[in-house]
């Protein structure tokens, strides 16, 4: 939130020098986060010593991703915009699916990490292949229009005006609906 007040996704083009310094100040520490995650295994008792690192492999990609300014960024843009505007959707997704993906696959019991990649990289699969789906027919995703409906106290109009908008083209913001329209 400070990050944006500040207006820095607004000045992201000027700022690469910046990007740089900090995603090389991060690869070290990402190194080192992998490394104590590794020793510390997969499973129940492996969680408190291994939390640190999905913050700093947060940061490095976010950081990483933002550098990008080859023409890679087009096609990434087109596979992770979509999940990014579906991002707590994703979110509980995911965490529904691991818990799933646990029960069949008894993840938690496994000391090697093959089977919990494997896992994380099919659910990722899954969302970039649904998120773009869904929402060319949605203008939100399903929780993030309950979001905005809980935060406006009326209900916000969910479906997307088909042909209204060229392709690729980001619709208007929906405005809520007066109270009392069904």
């Known amino acids: 939130m400070a990050v944006t007040r500040y207006g820095v996704p607004d000045t992201l083009e000027r700022r690469g020098r910046q990007l740089a310094v900090a995603f090389a100040v991060t690869v070290p520490v ?3 986060a ?3 995650q590794y020793r510390a295994g997969v499973g129940p008792t492996a969680h408190y010593r291994s939390l640190p690192a999905g913050l700093v492999f947060a940061f490095l990609f976010v950081t990483g991703f933002l550098l990008l300014r080859t023409p890679l960024r087009a ?12 991002a707590l ?3 509980v997704l995911a965490s529904v699916l691991i818990v799933a993906g646990d029960a069949l696959l008894d993840v938690g019991a496994h000391t090697r990490y093959g089977t919990v990649v494997l896992l994380g990289v099919a659910i990722a699969v899954a969302q970039a292949a649904l998120s773009p789906l869904w929402l060319n027919r949605f203008r939100y995703g399903p929780l993030e229009w309950v979001w905005r409906c809980l935060t406006w106290w009326s209900r916000v109009p969910i479906r997307r005006v088909p042909d209204r908008h060229p392709r690729g083209a980001e619709p208007a913001p929906a405005r809520p609906e007066p109270a009392g329209t069904p």
Do not use: C, E
């Not at 843009?77 to 979509?82: E, L, S």
């Open 30 to 32: 990402a190194v080192l």
């Open 34 to 36: 992998a490394v104590v």
């Open 75 to 86: 096609p990434l843009d087109r596979v992770f915009a979509p999940m990014g505007r579906m």
């Open 89 to 91: 959707t994703n979110y």
